[in-house]
Protein backbone atom coordinates (compact mmCIF):
# COMPACT_ATOMS: atom_id res chain seq x y z
CA UNK A 1 0.00 0.00 0.00
CA UNK A 2 1.28 3.53 -1.13
CA UNK A 3 1.67 5.85 2.01
CA UNK A 4 -0.46 8.47 0.23
CA UNK A 5 -2.84 7.91 -2.37
CA UNK A 6 -4.81 10.83 -5.08
CA UNK A 7 -6.93 9.93 -7.31
CA UNK A 8 -6.45 9.06 -10.66
CA UNK A 9 -6.55 11.87 -12.99
CA UNK A 10 -6.45 13.83 -15.30
CA UNK A 11 -9.73 16.10 -13.92
CA UNK A 12 -11.19 18.42 -16.69
CA UNK A 13 -14.09 20.91 -15.14
CA UNK A 14 -16.36 23.58 -16.57
CA UNK A 15 -15.20 26.62 -15.67
CA UNK A 16 -17.47 27.89 -12.71
CA UNK A 17 -17.51 23.79 -11.87
CA UNK A 18 -16.24 22.69 -8.30
CA UNK A 19 -12.87 20.40 -8.69
CA UNK A 20 -12.92 17.26 -6.30
CA UNK A 21 -9.87 15.79 -5.61
CA UNK A 22 -9.56 12.92 -2.86
CA UNK A 23 -6.12 12.06 -1.05
CA UNK A 24 -6.09 8.35 1.42
CA UNK A 25 -3.44 7.98 3.48
CA UNK A 26 -1.66 5.15 5.47
CA UNK A 27 -0.34 6.12 8.58
CA UNK A 28 -3.10 6.48 11.16
CA UNK A 29 -1.45 8.75 13.36
CA UNK A 30 -0.35 11.43 10.64
CA UNK A 31 -1.88 14.47 12.57
CA UNK A 32 -1.18 16.88 9.68
CA UNK A 33 -1.85 16.63 5.59
CA UNK A 34 -1.00 19.45 3.01
CA UNK A 35 -2.24 20.50 -0.44
CA UNK A 36 0.14 21.89 -3.11
CA UNK A 37 -0.59 23.51 -6.33
CA UNK A 38 2.06 22.84 -9.22
CA UNK A 39 2.00 24.45 -12.42
CA UNK A 40 3.73 23.05 -15.11
CA UNK A 41 6.99 23.64 -15.32
CA UNK A 42 7.07 25.20 -12.00
CA UNK A 43 7.84 24.23 -8.31
CA UNK A 44 5.39 23.26 -5.51
CA UNK A 45 3.40 26.18 -3.72
CA UNK A 46 1.60 25.17 -0.73
CA UNK A 47 -1.88 26.36 -1.05
CA UNK A 48 -3.51 24.81 2.34
CA UNK A 49 -2.78 23.31 5.56
CA UNK A 50 -5.15 21.01 7.73
CA UNK A 51 -4.67 19.74 10.95
CA UNK A 52 -8.09 18.93 12.86
CA UNK A 53 -11.18 16.71 11.43
CA UNK A 54 -13.71 19.09 9.23
CA UNK A 55 -13.37 21.45 6.88
CA UNK A 56 -10.93 24.55 6.73
CA UNK A 57 -12.18 27.09 3.70
CA UNK A 58 -9.35 29.08 2.30
CA UNK A 59 -10.79 31.42 -0.46
CA UNK A 60 -12.42 29.30 -3.13
CA UNK A 61 -10.30 26.12 -1.49
CA UNK A 62 -11.99 24.04 1.43
CA UNK A 63 -10.00 21.30 2.62
CA UNK A 64 -11.64 18.05 4.35
CA UNK A 65 -10.13 16.16 6.69
CA UNK A 66 -11.72 12.42 8.43
CA UNK A 67 -9.28 10.97 10.47
CA UNK A 68 -11.02 7.43 11.25
CA UNK A 69 -11.39 7.34 7.35
CA UNK A 70 -7.54 8.50 6.55
CA UNK A 71 -8.92 10.91 4.27
CA UNK A 72 -8.19 14.41 3.27
CA UNK A 73 -9.71 16.15 -0.03
CA UNK A 74 -9.29 19.40 -1.66
CA UNK A 75 -12.65 21.24 -3.02
CA UNK A 76 -11.74 24.08 -5.33
CA UNK A 77 -15.29 26.52 -5.94
CA UNK A 78 -16.15 28.60 -8.80
CA UNK A 79 -13.12 26.83 -10.71
CA UNK A 80 -10.96 29.59 -12.72
CA UNK A 81 -8.47 28.56 -15.65
CA UNK A 82 -5.56 29.43 -13.59
CA UNK A 83 -6.46 26.84 -11.30
CA UNK A 84 -5.44 24.31 -14.14
CA UNK A 85 -2.52 22.69 -12.35
CA UNK A 86 -1.17 19.52 -10.77
CA UNK A 87 -2.54 19.16 -6.98
CA UNK A 88 -0.11 17.09 -4.93
CA UNK A 89 -1.36 15.87 -1.59
CA UNK A 90 1.42 15.92 1.64
CA UNK A 91 1.50 14.11 4.52
CA UNK A 92 4.89 14.09 6.62
CA UNK A 93 6.43 10.47 7.66
CA UNK A 94 7.66 10.18 11.05
CA UNK A 95 11.41 10.64 9.93
CA UNK A 96 10.37 14.08 9.15
CA UNK A 97 10.82 13.51 5.42
CA UNK A 98 7.09 14.47 3.37
CA UNK A 99 5.39 11.45 1.64
CA UNK A 100 3.77 13.24 -2.01
CA UNK A 101 1.20 11.71 -3.53
CA UNK A 102 1.42 11.17 -7.12
CA UNK A 103 -1.00 14.28 -7.90
CA UNK A 104 -4.24 14.90 -10.04
CA UNK A 105 -3.90 17.16 -12.38
CA UNK A 106 -6.89 19.54 -12.61
CA UNK A 107 -7.80 21.12 -16.37
CA UNK A 108 -10.65 23.82 -15.61
CA UNK A 109 -12.07 24.60 -19.16
CA UNK A 110 -13.04 28.12 -20.31
CA UNK B 1 9.74 38.00 3.40
CA UNK B 2 12.58 35.92 1.16
CA UNK B 3 11.13 32.78 0.33
CA UNK B 4 13.48 29.75 -0.68
CA UNK B 5 16.46 30.74 -3.07
CA UNK B 6 18.17 28.18 -5.58
CA UNK B 7 20.98 29.14 -8.16
CA UNK B 8 21.28 28.97 -10.92
CA UNK B 9 18.08 28.99 -12.00
CA UNK B 10 19.36 26.65 -15.59
CA UNK B 11 22.54 24.71 -15.83
CA UNK B 12 23.39 23.28 -18.84
CA UNK B 13 26.88 21.22 -18.84
CA UNK B 14 28.39 18.56 -21.03
CA UNK B 15 28.90 14.86 -19.56
CA UNK B 16 31.13 14.25 -17.48
CA UNK B 17 31.56 17.80 -15.95
CA UNK B 18 30.90 18.36 -11.95
CA UNK B 19 27.98 20.73 -11.18
CA UNK B 20 27.09 22.65 -8.02
CA UNK B 21 23.70 23.40 -7.04
CA UNK B 22 23.15 26.17 -4.24
CA UNK B 23 20.43 26.20 -1.85
CA UNK B 24 19.25 29.30 0.47
CA UNK B 25 16.73 28.33 3.04
CA UNK B 26 13.89 30.67 4.43
CA UNK B 27 15.80 32.52 7.38
CA UNK B 28 15.05 30.79 11.12
CA UNK B 29 14.39 27.10 8.95
CA UNK B 30 16.60 24.68 10.76
CA UNK B 31 15.29 21.51 8.50
CA UNK B 32 16.53 21.67 5.02
CA UNK B 33 15.33 18.87 1.74
CA UNK B 34 16.54 18.11 -1.77
CA UNK B 35 14.12 16.60 -4.61
CA UNK B 36 14.87 15.82 -7.95
CA UNK B 37 11.91 15.60 -10.30
CA UNK B 38 12.03 14.51 -14.10
CA UNK B 39 10.32 15.70 -16.83
CA UNK B 40 6.22 14.71 -16.10
CA UNK B 41 7.62 12.55 -12.81
CA UNK B 42 7.30 12.75 -9.16
CA UNK B 43 9.13 14.40 -6.29
CA UNK B 44 12.33 12.08 -5.70
CA UNK B 45 13.85 12.62 -2.16
CA UNK B 46 17.24 12.98 -2.20
CA UNK B 47 18.57 14.48 1.12
CA UNK B 48 17.53 15.87 3.92
CA UNK B 49 19.76 18.19 6.84
CA UNK B 50 18.32 19.08 10.51
CA UNK B 51 19.82 21.88 12.56
CA UNK B 52 23.21 20.07 13.75
CA UNK B 53 22.23 16.24 12.56
CA UNK B 54 23.86 14.19 10.50
CA UNK B 55 22.13 14.21 7.00
CA UNK B 56 19.74 11.91 6.04
CA UNK B 57 21.59 10.80 2.32
CA UNK B 58 18.99 7.77 1.90
CA UNK B 59 17.76 8.88 -1.14
CA UNK B 60 20.97 9.80 -3.20
CA UNK B 61 21.00 7.63 -6.11
CA UNK B 62 24.37 7.35 -6.42
CA UNK B 63 28.06 7.85 -4.84
CA UNK B 64 28.37 10.69 -7.90
CA UNK B 65 26.00 12.96 -5.33
CA UNK B 66 26.74 14.82 -2.30
CA UNK B 67 25.14 17.74 -0.16
CA UNK B 68 26.39 19.82 2.35
CA UNK B 69 25.25 22.46 4.50
CA UNK B 70 27.68 24.98 5.86
CA UNK B 71 26.77 26.94 9.16
CA UNK B 72 23.01 26.00 9.21
CA UNK B 73 22.16 27.53 6.70
CA UNK B 74 22.84 27.09 2.87
CA UNK B 75 23.54 24.10 1.05
CA UNK B 76 24.94 23.00 -2.08
CA UNK B 77 24.07 20.10 -3.71
CA UNK B 78 27.09 18.77 -5.96
CA UNK B 79 27.22 16.13 -8.74
CA UNK B 80 30.45 14.83 -10.08
CA UNK B 81 30.93 13.30 -13.54
CA UNK B 82 27.68 14.35 -14.59
CA UNK B 83 25.21 11.72 -16.60
CA UNK B 84 22.44 12.34 -18.80
CA UNK B 85 20.18 11.09 -16.45
CA UNK B 86 21.15 13.34 -14.23
CA UNK B 87 18.58 15.89 -16.30
CA UNK B 88 16.29 16.67 -14.29
CA UNK B 89 14.73 19.80 -11.91
CA UNK B 90 16.53 19.42 -8.38
CA UNK B 91 14.12 21.37 -5.94
CA UNK B 92 14.96 22.85 -2.40
CA UNK B 93 12.59 23.16 0.41
CA UNK B 94 13.12 24.08 3.75
CA UNK B 95 10.58 24.29 7.26
CA UNK B 96 10.61 24.64 10.83
CA UNK B 97 12.37 22.50 13.37
CA UNK B 98 9.05 20.49 13.44
CA UNK B 99 8.52 19.33 10.50
CA UNK B 100 6.77 16.60 11.74
CA UNK B 101 4.28 18.83 11.21
CA UNK B 102 5.45 22.11 9.23
CA UNK B 103 4.77 21.83 5.69
CA UNK B 104 7.97 22.18 3.28
CA UNK B 105 8.37 25.85 0.97
CA UNK B 106 9.93 25.11 -1.89
CA UNK B 107 12.50 27.15 -3.71
CA UNK B 108 12.13 27.95 -7.98
CA UNK B 109 14.32 25.05 -8.66
CA UNK B 110 17.50 24.83 -10.96
CA UNK B 111 17.00 22.95 -14.15
CA UNK B 112 19.69 21.12 -15.29
CA UNK B 113 20.29 19.55 -18.91
CA UNK B 114 23.33 17.45 -19.32
CA UNK B 115 24.20 17.13 -23.03
Known amino acids: QKEVEQNSGPLSVPEGAIASLNCTYSDRVSQSFFWYRQYSGKSPELIMSIYSNGDKEDGRFTAQLNKASQYVSLLIRDSQPSDSATYLC??????????FGAGTTVTVRA | GAGVSQSPSNKVTEKGKDVELRCDPI?????LYWYRQSLGQGLEFLIY????????KSGLPSDRFSAERTGGSVSTLTIQRTQQEDSAVYLC?????????????FGDGTRLSIL
Open chain 2, 27 to 31: SGHTA
Open chain 2, 93 to 105: ASSTWDSSNQPQH
Open chain 1, 90 to 99: AVPRRDYKLS
Open chain 2, 49 to 56: FQGNSAPD
